[in-house]
């Protein structure tokens, strides 16, 4: 078997709503604002009593539903996720005793808001090597707990949500490149600079909470979104305009705009779910994915590129045969 394909897609958001009239109450910002600079109208937060996890089990049982699968085909389980339910185990062997799967390897992913294209990456790589014919893959995020909801310039931005896919074995083209790259060198652009080794006791005390350099974050993100575009079509001597569908993060709209204006792409072969789901980190692209399938905009043997940036820096991209 030559590849791995997607034969199912999942994703799951919480039922509360928190619009940017709500945020107008909470902090000083306004809709309009919003709207102009992110694109984003509403998002997603978890109930006080749901975790990642939970979030990630809806998502995974909808994408194995959808591939046809049960827990005893599962062979491999990556869950890509910024806000683990603990420190250990990991939220990926959660998931595994959730859904009543056994010995497999399962494991998880943090390179934030790039989390997803990483563990599609890893994943494929494990099924072309022949040590998996099956996995499940996830991004699932509760980002409303590392939130500032003081912060007017984060607090407007994420969400909480999760979106997974089974990857199967298969003779025809899936995943034709993955491209995975990271610069721990802008750390201190984009953190929660609290952890287990460091700052613990802080984290119990105060809290532990996104910060970003917006505008900086912004620009780094336009330019290395770019990047990664001419660098993944080179890879598979392909022409801009070759792409049937953009899959971005969801960050924010301009910078999608942007990356698709690179790729010569019309925005109604973009999917933007950026207006009503916010920046969900790991979880935005498998949740873009799972909309565009399930409103059968996405058809078999279409050109999938995704693409993602997040903190560490990290970024990447996948292309992929539907
Ligand atoms: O997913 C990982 C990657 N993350 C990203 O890609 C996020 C990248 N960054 C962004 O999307 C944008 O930089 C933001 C949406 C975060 C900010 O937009 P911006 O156009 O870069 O605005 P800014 O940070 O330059 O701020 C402009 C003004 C400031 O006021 P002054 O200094 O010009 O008076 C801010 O204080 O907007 C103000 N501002 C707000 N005003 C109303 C910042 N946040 C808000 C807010 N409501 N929520």
Not at 49 to 61: G, K, S
């Amino acid at each position: 078997m030559k590849y791995s394909r997607i034969t199912g897609t999942g994703s799951y958001l919480p039922e509360k709503v928190l619009t940017n009239h709500d945020l107008e109450k909470i902090v000083d910002t306004s809709d309009r604002w919003i709207v102009e600079r992110t694109g984003i109208r509403k998002r997603h937060v978890a109930a006080d009593d749901q975790t990642t996890c939970d979030l990630a089990e809806y998502a995974a049982r909808r994408a194995m539903q959808a591939a046809g699968v049960s827990a005893g085909d599962i062979d491999l389980v990556i869950v890509a996720t910024t806000t683990p339910d603990q420190v250990f185990p990991s939220t990926a062997c959660l998931l595994q005793q959730r859904l009543d799967i056994h010995g497999c390897c399962a494991f998880d992913i943090q390179a934030v808001c790039t989390g997803f294209v990483y563990a599609m990456g890893i994943a494929d790589k494990f099924i072309r090597t022949g040590s998996a014919r099956c996995a499940l893959v996830v991004g699932a995020e509760t980002l409303s707990r590392i939130v500032d909801w003081s912060d007017r310039s984060t607090c407007v931005l994420f969400g909480d949500g999760a979106g997974a896919v089974v990857l199967q074995a298969s003779d025809e083209p899936g995943i034709l490149s993955s491209h995975l790259h990271a610069d721990g060198s802008y750390e201190s652009l984009l953190r929660v600079p609290v952890g287990v080794s460091q700052g613990y006791d802080r984290l119990k005390e105060e809290g532990a909470y996104i910060e970003m350099k917006g505008n900086e974050v912004f620009k780094m993100a336009v330019n290395t979104l770019g990047r990664i575009v001419d660098e993944t079509l080179e890879a598979n001597g392909l022409e801009k305009g070759d792409v049937d569908w953009l899959i971005p993060h969801q960050a924010n709209i301009r910078i999608i705009n942007a990356t698709a204006k690179k790729l010569k792409m019309p925005t109604d072969r973009v999917v933007i779910t950026v207006a009503e789901h916010g920046n969900t980190s790991a979880a935005s692209v498998p949740l873009a994915l799972d909309t565009a399938v399930r409103d059968r905009r996405i058809r078999r043997g279409e050109l999938l590129l995704m693409e993602a940036f997040g903190g560490g820096f990290t970024w990447g991209s996948v292309l992929l045969r539907y």
